[in-house]
């Protein structure tokens, strides 16, 4: 009977020893104390892959293994954000992020504005900047198809004084919005990932900063005209509403506004990308 008792002791105090132990490692991993927390950024390759790259080992020094997933367009990273098949994004702007929640009825919010990518208007075919010389009646200008997108390039050839439009400050404008067009221009719209490829079928193009540099174009030397400086087109960290307060994604937004990435993209990009932090 001591025997038997001795025995049941044993295996009682064992298992509060284990169930113990399984406690700790369970608030640890909670805690992320001593755990790698993986975190799965969805991106545009260029700047945006770049930029992450940057901040990866300072990231890793801190205990957030960083995953870069690269997307070709502006939809699936919102969809794969919304199924939970990656903890945020990199790669789009408030307007745009908020007109794509309303026309699929999402939410999201900004963990934090990270740098501006101009929009610039490019040619193969015109040199001269003075576009409203330049350009021939009836040229061809293509511009991105997302309604975002439209809007920002349509504000940016009236800029040029190319057209007018009803409501200048309307960033959602539509070429229905167009009330002067002395040129006769014929507005082609495109995928903006497209936009670069069209180069040499139309007299001009407006293209995103990144489709632009993923082209080989620098924007301060190759645009025939940028959009502003204050541009409110500023490319943020997408994620989840309540995931901005996740320790990892803060940790990774303090890594993009450090000093050290600010230097890094005003280095790389020439001002062609302006920190916006």
Known sequence: MKKFLSVAATFVLGSALLLAGCGTDQGNAAAGSDKKVTLTVGVSPVPHAEILEHVKDKLAKEGVDLKIIEFSDYI?????????????NFYQHIPF???????????????????????????????????????????????PNDPTNTGRALQLLQQAGLITLKDPNNIYSTKLDIVANPKNLDII???????????????????NANYALGANLNPLADALFLDSKDSPYANLIAVRPGDE????IKKLVEALHSPDTKQFIEEKYKGSILPAF
Do not use: C
């Open 189 to 207: 719209e495109v995928e903006a990932a497209q936009t670069p490829r069209t180069l040499d079928d139309v007299d001009i193009a407006a293209i």
């Open 245 to 248: 307060n996740r320790p990892e």
């Open 97 to 143: 992020m908020k007109k794509f929640e309303e026309e699929h009825n999402m939410k999201f919010v900004s963990a934090g504005a990270v740098h501006i990518e101009p929009m610039g208007l490019y040619s193969n075919k015109i040199k001269d900047k003075n576009l409203q010389e330049a350009v021939p009646n009836g040229g061809k200008v293509a511009i």
């Open 76 to 88: 699936k990273p919102n969809l794969a954000l919304n199924d939970k098949e990656i903890d945020a």
